[in-house]
């Protein structure tokens, strides 16, 4: 079957030709297009990021595409047709590192491998295979040699000594098993691991986020990708800091944990240079941008990975540590096996099989694994020890405002007070909320963009107050917004005359932003926060895998905060809290045996995340709770909490298994071995394989059904949808340059 379909009016339109199609499926080539390995990253990643496509695939050798499509089969010809590869705001779909140059590397090494092997077997006279071998055995010998003068009894020395003692008997033949096994080992241990990196690292590098740019007409909001060198970046309290760069004006306190480990947050002022991935904790600051946006991030976030492979699980350590022990053991079977038997056939059957390979690649292996199968489901974390936490613990502790409710609340009333309007005051209370990640924040700014209404900066420089809210000045009068406590007790505004009435009345079921200018009310946004409807079923599955003790931590109300726990079903419920009293009570329930999940997304999380055995932020929530947790979720769903805790349940089953299997199968073949059943070479050959197939398994995925089945089909992972950063002729948010001609009434 063939055909072509080329969209009618794009221009430089992509030309298709089909080349065999099926129901849901259809396989094609593209048509007058030298297919890069990069152009098929990203031409695969356009693909898979859209609705109806299930899964994409492109072979940049044949330059073929094939579709597993939703639908009509011409929606899915129209997504390719419309496609063209000269589309510079696709680029941002894909790293700059393409993931297909790891898969053709290794693949080559390996066909090398494996053909000159074959070549030397076939038709290598037998001196000349027999010095090749001698040759080849010098660099696993020395290994050997240059542990034990640092004084170590390491797997090194058993291969050492395993190749010496075939090679003394003119086994030649055994011995370039031994290090044509050892060597396709090293291979793939080398090739599964940075495969897993890579994947990773792509997963979290195409989390692209905006950064506010200071422009002549003002403040924008721009995708980091469009972020140039020379460009001056506003970062306020609380986010993190985009990209590297030198502070040109302001001053702020830096958390630079990430990248030197301290605890304490450093100064910058005016020239002092900052880095990406660090976070303001206090003040802002304008920075002039070193390099692109995104230029290094790939880069950075491999090594923020490898750099938390060290926070290796307690199961993993000791895994390593019983296969160090076991390597003099090894050596005492040898040379007992040689003093009972006189046999050195039998004693170097026993050299040939070592218990440290198997545990020293399969236990990283499932570990990585395991974070890179988190990822598909846009979660992220940071080391193996806090999947082996998750899979202990007993206590989850809930944030409630945009974790438990919905992500995106929104603004059902707006009450004026003092005589002002409706949009004045939803006008003022985005200008001074759009600058802080949160759920409440967002939905105001939402609100005033929906109803067309244009803040440009009006204010001076914003003042977060963790866990109450926002002040700042405008026409030399101090406004405030944020919970009634800290309007109303902390400020000591008041309630117009004659206004109380209308205050009174103000609706119960809604959370409540309060807005003041000079010490008086002048306005109350009312919110709606609906419980997520897959919460209270979240929670069930949780105590299905483990959890004993659900708990709801809110600053909200006593009554707002009874009614929602009453619906989700939590266990205990704690309103009007500090954030300093949710970091207490996660203490408190460590200090009693519990191992304590805290999940939240705000500033006022940050203590409590950091004091818990795993803190999970929730990836749209502010920059430095998912700084200091130490897992991240993109949250589209709570049900991302029941996969991660699955995974980390499998995890430890997956890893006591691998531990099982290795001791016992290993075991066994030193036995055979010493029985005289088993020769060198086959235990050798059996002993690699294992540990192959161990590694394997280790890597496949831990969850048998991906998402929940749709007609029988399960579900992919979806990609983050990219429409905004793909069309830049929409308007890009924020501040914007079209200003209410009514003048506002703080310059009445």
Not at 369 to 398: N, Q
Not at 588 to 598: I, Q, R
Request: proline residues 3%.
């Amino acid at each position: 079957m063939g055909g072509s379909f080329l969209r009618r009016g794009v221009r430089k339109a992509m030309k298709c030709t089909i080349l065999h199609e099926g129901k849901g499926r259809v396989r094609v080539h593209v048509c007058a297009v030298q297919m890069t390995l990069h152009r098929a990253d990203v031409l695969e990643a356009y693909l898979n990021g859209q609705d109806n496509i299930q899964k994409a695939t492109v072979y940049e050798r044949t330059g073929d595409v094939v579709l597993t499509y939703r639908g009509s089969r011409k929606d899915a010809a129209a997504l390719l047709a419309a496609y063209r590869f000269d589309n510079e705001e696709l680029e941002v779909l894909v790293t700059s590192h393409d993931s297909r140059k790891i898969n053709q590397e290794y693949q080559e090494k390996m066909v090398s491998l494996v053909a000159g092997r074959v070549f030397r077997k076939v038709f290598l006279p037998a001196p000349i295979a027999a010095a090749y071998t001698v040759w080849r055995s010098i660099a696993f010998v020395w290994k050997g040699v240059r542990c034990l003068l640092h004084r170590k009894l390491e797997v090194e020395v058993l291969d050492a000594l395993s190749i010496t003692a075939s090679l003394l008997r003119g086994d030649y033949s055994t011995a370039g098993s031994v290090m044509f096994l050892l060597t396709v080992g090293s291979l793939l241990e080398e090739w599964t691991r940075k495969k897993s990196l890579d994947d990773l690292a792509r997963s979290m590098a195409l989390n692209v986020d905006k950064v506010w740019v200071r422009t002549p007409q003002g403040e924008v909001l721009v995708p980091l990708t469009r972020v140039h060198a020379g460009d001056e970046v506003v970062v306020r309290s609380g986010n993190m800091i985009p990209l590297d760069g030198m502070v040109l004006e302001g001053e702020a306190m830096v958390n630079q944990a990430a990248l030197t480990g301290e605890s304490m947050p450093v100064r910058k002022t005016t020239g002092a240079t900052v880095y990406a991935g660090t976070v303001v904790e206090e003040g802002e600051c304008v920075l002039v941008a070193k390099a692109e946006g995104g230029a290094n991030r790939y880069d950075k976030i491999v090594a923020m990975i490898e750099e938390s492979e060290k926070l290796k699980s307690g199961t993993e350590n000791r895994a390593l540590q019983l296969a160090d022990r076991l390597v003099p053991w090894c050596l005492a079977g040898t040379v007992a096996t040689y003093a009972f038997t006189r046999n050195v056939t039998r004693a170097i059957s026993i050299l040939m099989v070592d218990f440290s390979c198997a545990l020293k690649l399969s236990m990283p292996l499932a570990v990585l694994s395991a974070m890179r199968e988190c990822g598909e489901y846009h979660i992220t974390v940071k080391g193996g020890k806090y999947l082996e936490a998750l899979a202990k613990a007993d206590t989850i502790v809930f944030d409630k405002t945009g974790t438990l409710t919905r992500a995106t609340p929104q603004v059902v009333q707006v009450v004026p007070f003092s005589g002002c309007g409706e949009q004045e005051v939803l006008q003022l209370a985005a200008c001074l909320e759009e600058h802080f990640p949160h759920s409440m924040a967002n939905a105001v700014v939402r609100a005033a963009k929906e109803r067309g209404i244009s803040h440009e900066e009006m204010h001076s420089e914003v003042e977060y107050i963790v866990a109450h809210g926002i002040a700042s000045r405008v026409g030399g009068k101090r406004v405030v917004i944020g919970s009634a406590h800290f309007i109303f007790e902390d400020e000591g505004c008041t309630i117009p005359a004659g206004e109380q009435a209308k205050f009174d009345g103000l609706d119960p079921q809604y959370s409540h932003l309060y807005l003041a200018a000079s010490g008086v009310l002048v306005g109350v946004i009312c919110i709606a926060d609906p419980l997520r409807p897959e919460a209270a079923q979240v929670l069930r599955q949780l105590q299905k895998l483990g959890i004993t003790q659900t708990v709801m931590m809110t600053g909200d109300s006593d009554r707002t905060a009874r009614a929602i726990a009453a619906q989700v079903g939590v266990d205990r419920c704690f309103a009007e809290v500090l954030p300093e009293d949710k970091a207490a009570f996660v203490r408190d329930a460590k200090a009693e045996g519990h191992t304590v999940v805290m999940i939240g997304d705000g500033i006022n999380d940050s203590p409590a995340l950091s004091a818990a055995d795993i803190g999970i932020a929730i990836h749209s929530g502010a920059a430095i709770a998912r700084e200091i947790a130490d897992v991240t979720i993109r949250a589209d769903s709570l049900e991302e909490l029941v996969t991660l805790k699955a995974i980390a349940n499998a995890l430890q089953k997956r890893v006591g298994s691998n531990y099982r299997f290795v001791l016992s199968f290993n075991s066994a073949l030193i036995l055979l071995g010493a029985l005289g059943i088993l020769p060198p070479a086959t235990s050798a050959m059996l002993h690699n394989l294992s540990t192959l197939g161990i590694s394997l398994r280790s890597m496949t995925d831990l969850l048998e059904q991906k998402l929940p089945c749709k007609n029988g089909t399960p579900e992919r992972p979806q990609m983050l949808r990219r429409t905004e950063i793909m069309n830049p002729s929409q308007p890009k948010g924020g501040c914007c340059t079209n200003v209410v001609r009514r003048p506002p009434f703080w310059f009445r």
